[in-house]
């Protein structure tokens, strides 16, 4: 079972930029993505890539602030957050799928990203 473990969260003022990463244990061949739960919320999807990196999907409020990207050499995805706001305050989660019959089943231990006002 592939294992995920995320990096680059912490703190930052509003207008700043964070990028986050999502080391895979192993290759990953199959879409890869970033969820966030914010506290007293459910979790939300953020964004989505293929394996090619062709096709991304984001959810409406991050969309010309976060860029999703992968380097499957590394068995990497990345999250850049621009323009952050103090409701982009969460921690961020990346997951992934074991097998094409399985719907976001691997997931990371989550990362903290504050956006101070």
């Known amino acids: 079972q592939v294992q995920l473990v995320e990096s680059g969260g912490g703190l930052v003022p509003a207008g700043g930029s964070l990028r986050l990463s999502c080391a895979a244990s192993?290759?990953?061949?199959?879409?890869m993505g970033w969820f966030r739960q914010a506290p007293g919320k459910e979790r939300e999807f953020v964004a989505q890539?293929?394996?090619?990196?062709?096709?991304?999907a984001y959810v409406d409020s991050v969309k010309g602030r976060f860029t999703i990207s992968r380097d499957n050499a590394k068995n990497t995805v990345y999250l850049q957050m621009n323009s952050l706001r103090p409701e982009d305050t969460a921690v961020y989660y990346c997951?992934?799928?074991?097998?094409?019959?399985?719907?976001?089943?691997?997931w990371g231990q989550g990362t903290q990203v504050t956006v101070s006002a």
């Open positions: 997951a992934a799928d074991s097998n094409i019959f399985s719907n976001w089943d691997i």
């Open positions: 192993g290759r990953t061949s199959r879409r």
């Open positions: 890539i293929n394996w090619s990196g062709d096709y991304t």
